[in-house]
């Protein structure tokens, strides 16, 4: 008995603080939330592009030199190197879909990109667009011609460029570029490692320019030229420079992301504004709230004394989802926040099905310590089976759905989760730790239902 008052104890006090942590910490719902820790201020809620605002593009996909057989797979090709260049925004959830395109804007093949909380649109389409051309160039011969030019004081300045001849290396050979710091001074550079082509021509170049420089171009300008000490055989290069950390990782991420598949060309672009999504924000926010109201007096009314501890396990339920959804972090969308919603009347289905079979035991002659173990035992297969099964829906709407689908089926899924373990333990754990084993008119009354007395 004490064990179970000293757990309803914990659980109070560990809801409690997890409620502090979601709402007290959430800038929309917090004014104070300049002022809080820096540990608190690294977990708000992640929104998505209609919650937060954002930017919508909208991209034509040039497939008229891919066979027709292989569309499909060029577009999903198209769909993951631009997944890969958006993630290098630090976007959160970037969503981008293939969408066959109708007839007022051309027909053919379309990338939908939805970049949530970007709010610098040129700088998005830029990289999404750009496809750094990474190129190796060796010492031009002596007596080869070089551009000078002579400016007005007479001194004559070399163009770098004419002293380097282009070779067949090219970013095309790149396997993988890494970020790493030198040792001794701890700046940035990247590391690049090339294919088997890319290593044999990498070996030759080494080989051919011992004691002389070899010079690394990006996007045609030189970013380091090395002096060569001896063949390089292993295919490995670094590019040293005056990068910032931020500007090598950006650097690592374009070399990785690859050249785009097909071309692409913007057709159009939507921003939508921060407004807009503050609207959705409380108008989610007021549907959950009046939705737990709702569901919490069904509950006291009909069920009394149970249905109040299955009330206080359903706000323990609402504090551990938020903070998953926060922790995790989930990307909140509208369709989110509506599968959530359903999720808090879904997080009672349980409670009924044990009071139910709670009532037909004490209404046999039971005890209510009785009658409430009995319930909890013979209500677990419903619960099992019916929560089996929406895990099971919520699983195959997330494989199968499109991005909408797949916010709707995460928040549901994960809410299912957390409404079994909220039901089962945390109710059991409250109603057993209330102590009353002797049944009595009164304590049949708070353990009635309905209208019944």
């Known amino acids: 008995m004490k064990k179970k008052i000293i757990f309803a104890v914990i659980i109070l006090i560990f809801g409690s603080l997890l409620a502090f942590f979601v709402f007290k910490t959430e800038p929309k719902l917090n004014k104070s939330f300049e002022n809080q820790s820096a540990f608190f201020k690294k977990f708000p809620f992640r929104l998505g592009l209609d919650l937060s605002g954002g930017t919508h593009l909208i991209y034509k996909a040039d497939v008229s030199a891919v066979p027709a057989g292989q569309v499909g797979?060029?577009?999903?090709?198209?769909?993951?190197?631009?997944?890969?260049?958006?993630?290098?925004?630090?976007?959160?959830?970037?969503?981008?879909?293939?969408?066959?395109?109708?007839?007022?804007?051309?027909?053919?093949?379309?990338?939908?990109?939805?970049?949530?909380?970007?709010?610098?649109?040129?700088?998005?389409?830029?990289?999404?667009?750009?496809?750094?051309?990474?190129?190796f160039k060796i010492e031009a011969p002596k007596d080869a011609p070089q551009n000078a030019t002579v400016d007005k004081d007479g001194k004559v300045t070399i163009d770098v460029n004419s002293q380097f001849i282009s070779t067949e290396l090219t970013g095309r050979y790149l396997k993988k570029a890494t970020l790493e710091f030198d040792e001794n001074t701890r700046e940035p550079r990247v590391s690049l490692q090339f294919d088997d082509t890319g290593t044999k021509l990498f070996a030759q170049i080494t080989k051919a320019s011992v004691g002389k420089m070899v010079?690394?171009?990006?996007?045609?300008?030189?970013?380091?030229?090395?002096?060569?000490?001896?063949?390089?055989?292993?295919?490995?290069?670094?590019?040293?420079?005056s990068f910032t950390p931020k500007e090598a990782k950006l650097l690592v991420g374009r070399l990785n992301s690859g050249a785009l598949p097909v071309p692409i060309t913007l057709l159009s672009t939507q921003t939508i504004g921060a407004i807009l999504g503050e609207s959705a924000v409380r108008a989610g926010v007021k549907a959950a709230i009046v939705g737990f109201l709702l569901v919490a007096l069904f509950l006291i009314l009909w069920y009394r004394l149970p249905g109040l501890i299955a009330v206080l396990a359903l706000s323990f339920y609402t504090a551990v989802l938020l903070a998953i959804f926060k922790l995790l972090p989930v990307t909140l969308t509208a369709?989110?926040?509506?599968?959530?919603?359903?999720?808090?009347?879904?997080?009672?289905?349980?409670?009924?099905?044990?009071?139910?079979?709670?009532?037909?035991e004490i209404r046999k002659g039971q005890s209510i310590h009785d009658g409430i173990h009995a319930g909890f035992k013979r209500a677990w297969t419903s619960v099992r089976d019916s929560n089996t099964s929406s895990i099971i829906t919520s699983i195959i709407l997330f494989w199968l759905g499109t991005p909408l689908i797949k916010g709707f089926a995460l928040t549901f899924g994960l809410g299912v989760l957390v409404s079994m373990f909220s039901a089962i333990t945390v109710s059991r754990i409250f109603l057993f730790a209330l102590g009353i084993k002797e049944s009595n008119k009164?304590?049949?009354?708070?353990?009635?239902s309905g209208f019944s007395k």
């Open 442 to 448: 009164f304590t049949r009354f708070l353990f009635s």
């Open 215 to 241: 010079a690394i171009y990006l996007d045609g300008a030189p970013v380091s030229t090395p002096v060569v000490r001896e063949e390089i055989p292993n295919g490995t290069a670094v590019i040293s420079g």
């Open 335 to 360: 369709a989110g926040i509506g599968g959530f919603i359903i999720s808090l009347g879904m997080a009672v289905d349980a409670n009924v099905l044990i009071f139910e079979r709670m009532k037909e």
């Open 73 to 135: 797979s060029s577009m999903d090709s198209l769909r993951d190197v631009i997944e890969r260049r958006t993630n290098l925004f630090g976007v959160s959830e970037p969503v981008v879909q293939v969408q066959r395109g109708s007839i007022l804007s051309g027909g053919g093949e379309q990338l939908i990109v939805d970049l949530p909380g970007v709010t610098d649109v040129k700088e998005a389409i830029k990289m999404i667009g750009q496809t750094p051309l990474l190129e």
